[in-house]
């Protein structure tokens, strides 16, 4: 079966740049991404590519090849899911925030609303794409609710996991490591893992393309996030251990990151993990192990959780105990608000948990993000509840200028590693703080020998000599 118009439901950092880079290779294939924010498909729309909802390196390029041809953004979801022949089903999965497995299970009201949908207005048979991340064996609810509340119509259900990671996403999706097809062992489900692997193979070499069951397909994106999110926090809690030690982090994780059993990546030591996926998932494999009775299962990935808490928290701890135990009424600086570099996504941003922790004890934090807007910076301290809104707009201002942001300033803490941090003028921000003036490094990129010269008290992660 040859696929010729495909439906993507959410319209999100993964929707939007995966059917992007589809429609870009496959011309041949009419692509529509749906969602019901009209103000999100109204940026897919916009005229400015700078404006596009999700910012990513090269996704303007792409965006603008392909829309138009055969990439649409539409709010129109019916329409859009009757004339297609597959359905990517790509909406948001966070952690329940209420109810049974409150703060640890995943939300599938969204994925649960997108089967009725589909099921209620297709007219012809389909394949069905799990492309967000669910926990294993979701797509045996996604078929029980096509089957029984559809038009008696037949639908095949892919798990299809996405591994692009923000920032890298349109090279990822480009070059992808391997894509991941689990499908049902049955005519009808090889035929629609075979509609799915032409696809991908117009782009990807047959070899990178995995197929798998359903059930595995879905528990290796858990997995993969689970195994990734530890390495980060495994260096983490050694980053504590350097820094009582006299060993060096950065030397550590190149040690050890030479064994080629282990690796380099994902060896760099931080103020903790954040993004909207790996505590997510990590909390939906450690609920699904609970719900099945294996303790030990759920108690060991939840480790990883606590490390990376321990790490934000300590990290604010150290800003507090060397401004000698007071931050009240001080100008901190943070320098970067997004959970990583080259994304304006700030989902469970470390930032905003050290903001919390340094607001509890009153200081008057300025942040400067290139991407972030301040409006996303209030709602996220917002969303928190620790303080009313008002309090959270009388202690934190957010400024477009970098140098601004330091000006008088008792403290910086650098929170994200985007490149731009590493070339500012460091002594013109040295010469406009308050004195002594501290530097704390949350991602070990600045030159801390030359900083210190310059002045400057630094504390990095996991490094005690600077
Ligand atoms: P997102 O919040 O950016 O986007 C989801 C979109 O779905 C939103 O725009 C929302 O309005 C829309 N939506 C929700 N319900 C809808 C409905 N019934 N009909 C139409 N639209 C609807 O989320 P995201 O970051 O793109 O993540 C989507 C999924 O992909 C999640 O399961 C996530 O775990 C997974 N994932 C994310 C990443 C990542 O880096 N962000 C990577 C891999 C996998
Ligand atoms: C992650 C997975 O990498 C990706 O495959 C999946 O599809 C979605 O979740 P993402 O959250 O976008 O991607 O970013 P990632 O590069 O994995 O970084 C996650 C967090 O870990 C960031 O806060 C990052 O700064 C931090 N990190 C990463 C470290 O602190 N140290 C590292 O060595 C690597």
Known sequence: MKVSKICCIGAGYVGGPTMAVIAQKCPEITVTVVDINQARIDAWNGEDLDKLPVYEPGLDRVVAEARGRNLFFSTDVNKAIKEAEMIFISVNTPTKTYGEGKGMAADLKWVELCARQIAAASEKNKIVVEK??????????????????GNGLKFQILSNPEFLAEGTAVEDLLDPDRVLIGGDDTPEGREAINALVEIYASWVPKDRILTTNVWSSELSKLTANAFLAQRVSSINAISELCEVTEADVSEV??????????GSKFLKASVGFGGSCF????????????SYGL?????YWEQVIKMNDHQKARFAKNIIRSLYNTVNGKKITFLGWAFKKDTNDTRESAAIYVADHLLNEQAQICVYDPKVSAEKIYA??????????????????????????????????LLTEWDEFVSYD???????MLQPAQLFDGRNILPHQDLKKIGFRVSAIGKSNI
């Open 132 to 149: 967000s991340t669910l926990p294993v064996r979701t797509a045996q609810a996604v078929k029980d609710i096509l089957d029984n509340t």
């Open 253 to 262: 994780a190149r040690a050890i990151g030479a064994d080629s059993r282990i």
């Open 279 to 290: 505590q997510k998932d990590i909390l939906n494999m450690v609920y699904i192990s609970r």
């Open 295 to 299: 303790h030990e299962v759920a108690d």
């Open 380 to 413: 996220d301290l917002d969303y928190l509840n620790t303080r009313s809104s008002e309090d959270n707009r009388k202690y934190v201002t957010v400024v477009n200028d970098p140098y601004e942001a330091c000006l008088d300033s008792h403290a910086i803490a």
């Open 426 to 432: 460091w002594s013109k921000i040295y010469n406009a």
